[in-house]
Structures are given as C-alpha cells and as structure tokens.
Antibody, heavy 122, light 107 residues
Framework: EVQLVQSGAEVKKPGESLKISCKGS????????IGWVRQMPGKGLEWMGI????????RYSPSFQGQVTISADKSISTAYLQWSSLKASDTAMYYC???????????????WGQGTLVTVSS | DIQMTQSPSSLSASVGDRVTITCRAS??????LAWFQQKPGKAPKSLIY???SLQSGVPSKFSGSGFGTDFTLTISSLQPEDFATYYC?????????FGGGTKVEIK
C-alpha cells in the first residue's frame, strides 16, 4: 500500500527556519517524482515544486523559487520542504504528493500525504 | 503559466442529482488534466487522470471528458459522501497549475 506520512504541525515565529518531511512507503521511492502543494487558509491548491528522489533533480514553480527549498534523502525515503526565514504569509497547510508519469516528461499526483499545518505568528 | 478556470465556483445540488463541473485551460493541454476531491479538513484525493481515466478504487459514478482546452467532471448520481470541493489540474507543462475549485454543497 502506497503511503506518504508527513511530519506534525508546527508553530513558529517570523524569521525562524523550518524543515518539514514526507516519508514514502509501499513503492520504489527513488523512481517517482514527489511534489509539494500549498493550501492557505480557506483557499485553493497551489503547486510549489517537485523533486525526483533518484537524483534530486528539482523544479520550482516561479512563485516559490527562492522562497523554499525542496530536497530528498533517498536512503530514508523522505522528501523535505524547508524555509530559512518564515513569514506570517507562510501560514498554510502543506501537502506532499507522489506523482505518476504520463506521456513524455509529465507527471500527475496520484497519492497524497495527510498534510502538515504550519502556523507562523509572533 | 497556463491558467485553469473552473466553473461554477460553487453549486447546490440534491442527493441523486447529476452534476457537471467545467474546467477551461488558457491554452491547449492535450489530455494532461487531472481531477481531485477534497473534503473539509482532509487531504485531496485523486479521482481522474488523463482527462478521463479513473484512478484505482474511484467509483464509476465519476467520469471525465475533454481535450485541448475544455474539460468536464461529471458525478452521475450525487451521494452524501460526494459533497466536497473539486479541483482540476493541468500537468502538460511547468508550473503545474490548479483550477480555483468548485464547492459542491447540499441543497
């Protein structure tokens, strides 16, 4: 059974750093891209970026380039999303999603993590 | 970036109704279109990929169609567990983009 288990909720202050995780199991972790999605309170879904754990090839949505860092440790089947200096506007639910390949170089989400709520408040 | 526009943004329907949600892409995306269901406080669930292919385990009351720029998600007979928000997403090109969502509420 494919599972993506994310780390627990976080409460941070502006300016602090944070790294949240997403551990995959039930499939070959290194062979499928994993994406991160933001959902701000009461809002829709936003695609942040994607990583291929096999070689850590990473692509960011322009809106998130330079704002976050996506990484992976294939030895423990875990992907990460991190911030070096949080802002109040980073308050949101963050989901990871395993993707499945379709066509040439295209990937769609098929399994989702349960989400990690990040609250940034002074 | 490819813009995805869903309509309506919300709708009210009764149990047993047939419901159709529309998603329009700002440029052609072939059939590189997925649909997701999200219930309050829960993670999204994948329903459909390649515009019309059902994810494993998704009931056949859900169906998708379309190609190019215009797509639809249809729920053939709405049940209480189907009241949720539905999102489309294009994966034809980066950055991947979602529609704004359609909230399906009980009439």
């Amino acid at each position: 059974e494919v599972q993506l288990v994310q780390s627990g909720a976080e409460v941070k202050k502006p300016g602090e750093s944070l790294k949240i995780s997403c551990k995959g199991s039930g499939y070959s972790f290194t062979r499928y891209w994993i994406g991160w999605v933001r959902q701000m309170p009461g809002k829709g879904l936003e695609w942040m970026g994607i990583i291929y754990p096999g070689d850590s090839d990473t692509r960011y949505s322009p809106s998130f380039q330079g704002q976050v860092t996506i990484s992976a440790d294939k030895s423990i089947s875990t992907a990460y999303l991190q911030w070096s200096s949080l802002k109040a506007s980073d308050t949101a639910m963050y989901y990871c999603a395993k993707t499945e390949a379709y066509g040439s170089g295209s990937y769609y989400p098929d399994y989702w993590g349960q989400g990690t709520l990040v609250t940034v408040s002074s | 970036d490819i813009q995805m526009t869903q309509s309506p943004s919300s709708l009210s329907a009764s149990v047993g109704d047939r419901v159709t949600i529309t998603c329009r892409a700002s440029q052609g995306i072939s059939n590189y279109l997925a649909w997701f269901q999200q219930k309050p406080g829960k993670a999204p669930k994948s329903l459909i990929y390649a515009a019309s292919s059902l994810q494993s385990g998704v009931p056949s009351k859900f169906s998708g169609s379309g190609f190019g720029t215009d797509f639809t998600l249809t729920i053939s007979s709405l049940q209480p567990e189907d009241f949720a928000t539905y999102y489309c997403q294009q994966y034809n090109s980066y950055p991947l983009t979602f529609g704004g969502g359609t909230k399906v509420e009980i009439k």
